[in-house]
């Protein structure tokens, strides 16, 4: 009897998956059709000395949902980072996906918050940078 069960549930389950995969090919599915949220995503790189001036940001438009990465390295127009020397020789990245409308006043946010830290500096440039991507939803 157990299995038959598992056939049938195995037999419903391919069922299900040629139902997805045909829906896909017609441009319907998960991602497609009508009510679709276009998203974006934005992935932020800071050292590691600003992490919470953008945890900040997202607080103060409440950002609920976000990946947070610390202790990168890599090389970039500030600088290389080998992540091994301390907090100011880290970076964060952030990663944040939000519909259209709300990311926009992430992305305002993000360049108010630049802004202010290089007038700190006196014009001098900071690690601190944002780049925007569209965003499909796929699992």
């Known amino acids: 009897m157990e299995a038959v069960g598992r056939a049938q549930d195995r037999e419903h389950s391919d069922q299900r998956l040629m139902e997805i995969q045909s829906s896909a090919m017609d441009g319907g ?3 497609g059709g ?7 995503m934005l992935t932020i790189v800071c050292r590691e000395e600003f992490d919470d001036f953008v945890l900040l940001v997202f607080i103060d438009l409440g950002v ?9 390295s890599g090389s970039g ?24 409308a709300q990311m926009a006043a992430l992305v305002t946010a993000m360049k108010g918050l630049r802004a202010r830290l290089v007038e700190e500096q006196h014009g001098v ?3 601190l940078k944002a780049f925007l991507q569209p965003c499909e939803v796929i699992l």
């Open 29 to 31: 599915g998960i991602s």
């Open 34 to 40: 009508k009510g679709v949220n276009h998203m974006k």
């Open 64 to 72: 609920k949902g976000y990946t947070m990465m610390s202790g990168a």
């Open 77 to 100: 127009e500030t600088g290389a980072v080998s992540g091994r020397r301390g907090w100011t020789d880290r970076n964060t990245l952030f990663i944040v996906t939000l519909e259209d």
């Open 125 to 127: 440039e900071v690690p």
